[in-house]
């Protein structure tokens, strides 16, 4: 079965660009999260969505971070405009169900922003 | 929120050692997993385990939840074992409360 899919591994842009970063969860997973991971900061929970709908956005840094889940099978994390402290390999995983299931994460994107 | 420690910070073994890794939480817990994270920077889901005990393998599980702290014990470890170990905790008010420990490194020499 395929796992988690992310796309793309990495990005390299410029500070100012949008960003666009994509996850497709495991099929008939209800859940899906966002996490970023710095050496700073270890990893951290961004969003978590259910059933396409979010639920929690609280570890969102800023207003130039959004996220969607317009159907159970797609999503996206969105920086607008990026600057060099975003830069992180960020997560998606996903789950059955968001409290009491095991989360299975994608391979990551490791984005730069110079 | 939760707070989470991870001990030892890093932890060097020679292949067929056994070792222990502990993970303490601060507050009540729902949920509690351990991953791996290998040196190509894959997170793996290693176990499911907000209370008792489970095994797999060479590796086996235990989270004491009343006393705020479960053990990942790895035996006869192996080469392949090596990368940072998390884990990761949740309560019932999920959101900023489901937390990653700074994990375990640990390295396996040939």
């Known amino acids: 079965d395929a796992g988690v899919i992310q796309s793309p591994r990495h990005e390299v842009t410029e500070m100012g660009q949008e960003v666009t970063l994509r996850c497709k969860p495991i099929s008939g997973h209800n859940s899906l999260f966002w996490y970023r991971q710095t050496m700073m900061r270890g990893l951290e929970l961004l969003i978590y969505f259910n059933n396409n709908v979010p639920i929690d956005d609280s570890g969102m840094p800023e207003d130039r971070f959004s996220a969607k889940m317009p159907n159970a099978s797609f999503s996206t994390l969105k920086i607008q405009p990026s600057e060099p402290r975003d830069s992180a390999v960020y997560f998606c995983a996903s789950s059955l169900h968001y409290s009491n299931q095991p989360q299975h994460f994608g391979d990551g994107t490791r984005l730069s922003i110079l | 929120g939760i707070q989470v420690e991870q001990s030892p910070p890093d932890l060097i073994l020679q292949e067929g050692a056994n070792s222990t890794l502990r993970c303490n939480f601060s507050?009540?817990?729902?949920?509690l997993q351990w991953f791996h994270q290998n040196p190509w920077g894959q997170l793996i889901n290693l176990f499911y385990i907000p209370s008792g005990t489970k095994q797999n393998g060479r590796l086996s599980a235990t989270t004491v939840a009343t006393e705020r702290y479960s053990l990942l014990y790895i035996s006869s470890s192996q080469t392949t074992d090596s990368g940072v170990y998390f884990c990761?905790?949740?309560?019932?008010?999920?959101?900023?409360?489901?937390?990653f420990g700074p994990g375990t490194r640990l390295s396996v020499l040939p």
């Open positions: 507050d009540s817990v729902n949920n």
């Open positions: 990761a905790v949740g309560t019932h008010n999920y959101g900023q409360n489901f937390v």
